[in-house]
């Protein structure tokens, strides 16, 4: 196994603004790695630390305005965070967001640019994840896409059932990928959030990508033209990157 899951990325139409909530929020630091590009870092980490995750924020023309399928879900320690965190988000520019929750003991936001994201009531499962307890992506069959993630990244399966499939690092660091089980629902536009991984060595890319495609991903045209990475599509349309040397 070659590959990890290195950190998410986020489409926005102002990176700057977006990546300065998102330090704000998850009280990381911020540096570019050029114009457009906006990357968040847990202090005292210098990517690709294998004990860390990121973020990485870019800027795009447009992006859309649809739900995704890909989101964040925020950890705290207690109550009384919980509703620090919200307030304090909500002072950074979040907003309440109803995505049919109904009556759950998480509080549900939107970031300035739309993107819904989860703020967690505490779990013991979440205590050491740092501010990122999960990312979540919404999908029709959590066994499959559990199948399909476990093969891809050297993550270890924690849990599996026909609505919700749990994975973290074999390391025991960082936050878990979730799968959970909705509704389908038509989705033929871009990924606004999504996936980066990097291959180890990098010289890799060429073989993991072949490696990935044996497994069920299929090449995606996102518009990327000619770039060091590679985007590729899970067996449910989720777009990700196999990062490259640039």
């Not at 847990?42 to 649809?66: C, L, N, Q």
């Amino acid at each position: 196994m070659a590959l990890t899951l290195v950190q998410v990325n986020f489409k926005a139409r102002d990176d700057s603004a977006l990546g300065r909530f998102w330090a704000e929020a998850l009280g990381w630091g911020v540096s570019s790695e050029g114009p457009g590009v906006t990357n968040l870092e847990p202090e005292g980490f210098v990517w690709p630390d294998p004990a860390a995750f990121y973020v990485d924020v870019v800027k795009v023309p447009d992006p859309e305005t649809v739900k995704y399928r890909v989101h964040l879900d925020l950890a705290t320690t207690s109550a009384a965070h919980q509703a620090e965190l919200v307030a304090r988000l909500k002072e950074l520019g979040a907003t309440p967001a109803d995505v049919g929750q109904g009556d759950v003991p998480w509080t549900v936001l939107a970031d300035p640019e739309g993107n819904v994201f989860c703020v967690l009531e505490p779990r013991e499962i979440y205590r050491d994840t740092g501010p990122i307890a999960a990312v979540v992506v919404d999908c029709a069959d959590p066994r499959a896409m559990a199948g399909f993630w476990g093969e891809a990244i050297d993550w270890t399966l924690h849990e599996v059932t026909d609505d919700h499939a749990t994975l973290r690092s074999a390391k025991g660091v960082g936050p878990y990928l979730e799968f959970l089980r909705t509704t389908p629902g038509a989705k033929t536009v871009s990924t606004r959030v999504h996936l980066d991984l990097l291959p180890n060595p990098v010289d890799g890319q060429a073989a993991e990508v072949a490696r990935l495609q044996t497994l069920g991903a299929t090449p995606a045209d996102v518009g990327q033209g000619d770039v060091s990475w590679m985007v590729l599509a899970d067996p449910e349309g989720n777009q990700f990157c196999v990062l490259g040397r640039s």
